[in-house]
């Protein structure tokens, strides 16, 4: 019983978002750790999401009773009342956004908050099973976790949370939709509009190496505004272009499923080297320079 508890948290998706967070963390950091911060805020935001994903079983449960992935759930087959279920989400949920908000700082635990709400509220009990913009607008939720760790640290949002943001909101993007082909006919038995079902594989895949690009190009600018270094530029371009060779290489053979395996297989790798490459090649930004200061700094003339 307890392993079907556990099974509704989604741990793969919890374990997945404990490296993206500590790599927001370190980023932020910046070779100072504090131990007791890094350990609120990694276990903050794995009690966060597994709330949220609590909450995603029990909203999903009707149809996840369609699609073979997921027909075995706890929720599905009753061996688990919604009732329980709800309380363990709401218990969860609370322990883990009181954790931020005192042990981190009310930045944090509101950055969390959005994530949450993105997820459980605009995904889950709406986008999912009306839009087709369902994927772009969750993957808000998906970046939050690094952005959390981040804010922890920094305790502002500013342009290195912004690009933080950013680049995992991207690398969701082909993630996501490499998973809407190869489980083509779990989401059309369920009827769930994910581009591969509403608008046609073909346009999935377009978008999924558009994706793929945009994510590179944006994974690049944390060295060019000075937080990461040459290490971290070098490394990402090589994982990008490895990714995108991929699936151009591949793009024809005529086998979409196996083709969207090997690039989600891919993005795994892809976002794992990204969390570990910036916690590592960090950098301190220059400041920035306001008009003001000039004014003062430029010498007297009489």
């Not at 839009?131 to 969750?138: D, K």
């Not at 769930?192 to 590179?216: C, D, E, M, N």
Request: glycine fraction near 8%.
């Amino acid at each position: 019983m307890l392993k079907r508890y556990l099974l509704l948290t989604k741990p793969g998706i919890v374990f997945g978002n404990l490296i993206s967070v500590t790599g927001g963390f370190f980023l932020a950091s910046r070779g100072s750790i504090d131990l007791v911060l890094f350990f609120a805020t990694v276990i903050g935001v794995s009690l966060v999401v597994a709330s949220g994903c609590v909450f995603n079983n029990v909203i999903d449960r009707d149809i996840d009773e369609y699609m073979a992935r997921t027909q075995k759930r706890a929720l599905v087959e009753g061996t688990i009342d919604v009732r329980s279920a709800l309380i363990m989400a709401c218990l969860l949920g609370t322990a883990g956004f009181l954790l931020l908000l005192i042990i981190a700082n009310p930045l944090a635990a509101g950055v969390a908050l959005f994530g949450f709400a993105i997820y459980v509220g605009a995904y889950s009990l709406w986008l999912k099973r009306h839009s087709v913009h369902g994927t772009l607008i969750g993957s808000l939720s998906g970046a939050a976790p690094p952005v959390i760790g981040y804010c922890a640290v920094s305790n502002e949002f500013d342009l290195g949370a912004l690009l933080v943001l950013l680049i995992f909101s991207l690398w969701q993007m082909p993630h996501s939709y490499a998973i809407a082909i190869f489980r083509l006919e779990d989401y059309r038995a369920a009827s769930i509009p994910v581009l591969s079902v509403a608008k046609g594989v073909a346009s999935a895949k377009r978008q999924t190496v558009a994706y793929i690009v945009a994510f590179g190009v944006a994974a690049t600018l944390l060295t060019f505004t000075g937080y990461t270094g040459y290490v971290y530029l070098v490394v990402m371009i090589v994982m990008t272009l490895y990714w995108l060779y991929i699936a151009i290489a591949r793009y024809g053979q005529g086998d979409d499923s196996r083709w969207a395996r090997q690039l989600f297989g891919i993005s795994i790798l892809v976002v794992t080297v990204l969390s570990a490459v910036m916690a590592i090649d960090y950098q301190t930004p220059a400041p920035q320079v306001t008009a003001t200061q000039l004014d003062l700094a430029a010498p007297l003339h009489v």
